[in-house]
T-cell receptor
């Protein structure tokens, strides 16, 4: 199956700094990628839909100025958590569809962010 | 908005069959999919229903009834490795965004 690579897997940063997480589709082109956030023992919460060459579509309640998403190419989307605070600590995971209208999303390995 | 509800926990015996239900509320959608997630890992795709009825993939089957706003995942011949969280997910909107349900933690016991 298709492969999505996400890094870093783990990141620890100080409060007030910004962190960038990359999501790459390795063997297919992804016009659309999705960013999720997951708290321990909870479901995946969709944050935004990342569209190549256009602005991301954010879900209600997600601050677009805090969670900057850029989808500059068909194989790369980035999520930047700006001015991170301890409450931003979470598991962030991206996914992509390979362009076919199937139900399958391919997920990255996830990035665990800890803000001190 | 949308909502997808699942039982929070299910326990079943190794070798048995278990059904995980998903009820949803939405104004329109393309299909319902199911994902498995082991602790600390990424979700992996199991099944997708675009139409009503049963889809079978090996030990896993998924069912959708649009008229009842209901779906389920059926796992047969349970194995210990099936212990994981299972999520239903709705595909909707212009970009077919995927919204996940509350999740069900399945524990398989000997």
């Amino acid at each position: 199956g298709a492969v999505v690579s996400q890094h870093p897997s783990w990141v620890i940063c100080k409060s007030g700094t910004s962190v960038k997480i990359e999501c790459r589709s390795l063997d297919f082109q992804a016009t659309t990628m999705f960013w999720y956030r997951q708290f321990p023992k909870q479901s995946l919460m969709l944050m935004a839909t990342s569209n190549e060459g256009s602005k991301a579509t954010y879900e209600q309640g997600v601050e677009k100025d805090k969670f900057l998403i850029n989808h500059a190419s068909l194989t790369l989307s980035t999520l930047t958590v700006t001015s991170a605070h301890p409450e931003d600590s979470s598991f962030y995971i991206c996914s992509a569809r390979d362009g076919l209208l199937t139900g399958e999303l391919f997920f990255g390995e996830g990035s665990r962010l800890t803000v001190l | 908005g949308q909502s997808l509800e699942q039982p929070s926990e299910v326990t079943a015996v190794e070798g048995a069959i278990v059904q995980i239900n998903c009820t949803y509320q939405t104004s329109g959608f393309y299909g319902l999919s199911w994902y498995q997630q082991h602790d600390g890992g990424a979700p992996t795709f199991l099944s997708y229903n675009a139409l009503d009825g049963l889809e079978e993939t090996g030990r896993f089957s998924s069912f959708l009834s649009r008229s009842d706003s209901y779906g389920y995942l059926l796992l047969q011949e349970l194995q210990m490795k099936d212990s994981a969280s299972y999520f239903c997910a709705l595909h909707s909107g212009g970009y077919q965004k995927v919204t996940f349900g509350t999740g069900t933690k399945l524990q398989v016991i000997p």
